[in-house]
C-alpha cells in the first residue's frame, strides 16, 4: 500500500523567498507530524497534528515556520523568508492515532537547500 | 542536557560481527523507546519498539532496556553490509499524551564485506 508521500523531494530555493512542503498521510492515519533533520543530527520534532484537536506547535523554531492540515488528510509545512540554517531534510510521519503504541511512519523527505 | 544522548560514530565493523549501539536518557519517567533504522536518502523506519526493562530480541535484533541506569542499547548479530545504515534511538516524553518522539543524535554504521 502507498506510504508516507512527501513533495518535492528536493528542492532549492535563494534566501529570503518562501517554500512550501507538503506532505499526503497513510490512508485513514489521523496523527500527523513533521520533524526536522540537519546534516549529522537527530530528528527535531516541528509539529504534530490529531484530528481535529488543535495542533501542537510546540517544536516550531520561529515565526517564520507554519503548518496546516486541511481536511483532516494532507498537510502543508510553510517556511516564509528562508534564511541558511533552515536547510535540512524536512520529514513528515502518520500513525493510526497518537504515539502510544502507534508505529510511526516516515516519509522519504523533502530536502531543502537555502542558497 | 539533552533528553537523549547517542553517539554518533561513525561506527565501521566487518561482517559477521556483533554490532552494539547505545543511548542514554534523562528523564526516569520515559517509559516506551524505539529504535529506528535509516538508510541513505531515506525516511527513518521502526526496527524495535520496548516498554519495561530486560531484552527484547526480534531476528538478529534484540534491544536491552536498563531503566536503573538510564541505558538502552541495540545489539545486531551477525551483522550484514544490508545492516549498514544510521541507527536512532527514540522514546516519547514521559508527560502522559505527549505526541512527539525525541530522538537521539543517530549512529552511522557502516558493515564492511
Known amino acids: 500500500g502507498a506510504g508516507v508521500s512527501q513533495s518535492p523531494s528536493n528542492k532549492v530555493t535563494e534566501k529570503g523567498k518562501d517554500v512550501e512542503l507538503r506532505c499526503d498521510p497513510i490512508?485513514?492515519?489521523?496523527?500527523l507530524y513533521w520533524y526536522r533533520q540537519s546534516l549529522g543530527q537527530g530528528l527535531e520534532f516541528l509539529i504534530y497534528?490529531?484530528?481535529?484537536?488543535?495542533?501542537?506547535k510546540s517544536g516550531l523554531p520561529s515565526d517564520r515556520f507554519s503548518a496546516e492540515r486541511t481536511g483532516g488528510s494532507v498537510s502543508t509545512l510553510t517556511i516564509q523568508r528562508t534564511q541558511q540554517e533552515d536547510s535540512a531534510v524536512y520529514l513528515c510521519?502518520?500513525?493510526?492515532?497518537?504515539?502510544?503504541?502507534?508505529?510511526?511512519?516516515f516519509g522519504e523527505g523533502s530536502w531543502l537547500t537555502v542558497v | 542536557q539533552k533528553e537523549v544522548e547517542q553517539d554518533p560514530g561513525p561506527l565501521s565493523v566487518p561482517e559477521g560481527a556483533i554490532v552494539s549501539l547505545n543511548c542514554t536518557y534523562s528523564?526516569?519517567?520515559?517509559?516506551?523507546f524505539m529504535w529506528y533504522r535509516q538508510y541513505s536518502r531515506k525516511g527513518p523506519e521502526l526496527l524495535m519498539y520496548?516498554?519495561?526493562?530486560g531484552n527484547k530480541e526480534d531476528g538478529r535484533f534484540t534491544a536491552q532496556v536498563d531503566k536503573s541506569s538510564k541505558y538502552i542499547s541495540l545489539f545486531i548479530r551477525d551483522s550484514q553490509p544490508s545492516d549498514s545504515a544510521t541507527y536512532l534511538c527514540?522514546?516519547?516524553?514521559?508527560?502522559?499524551?505527549?505526541?512527539?518522539?525525541?530522538f537521539g543524535q543517530g549512529t552511522r554504521l557502516t558493515i564492511n564485506p
Open positions: 510521519a502518520s500513525s493510526l492515532q497518537g504515539i502510544g503504541g502507534n508505529t510511526i511512519y
Open positions: 490512508s485513514g492515519h489521523t496523527a
Open positions: 497534528f490529531q484530528g481535529n484537536s488543535a495542533p501542537d
Open positions: 528523564n526516569s519517567a520515559f517509559q516506551y
Open positions: 520496548t516498554y519495561s526493562s
Open positions: 527514540a522514546t516519547p516524553p514521559g508527560v502522559q499524551g505527549a505526541q512527539k518522539l525525541v
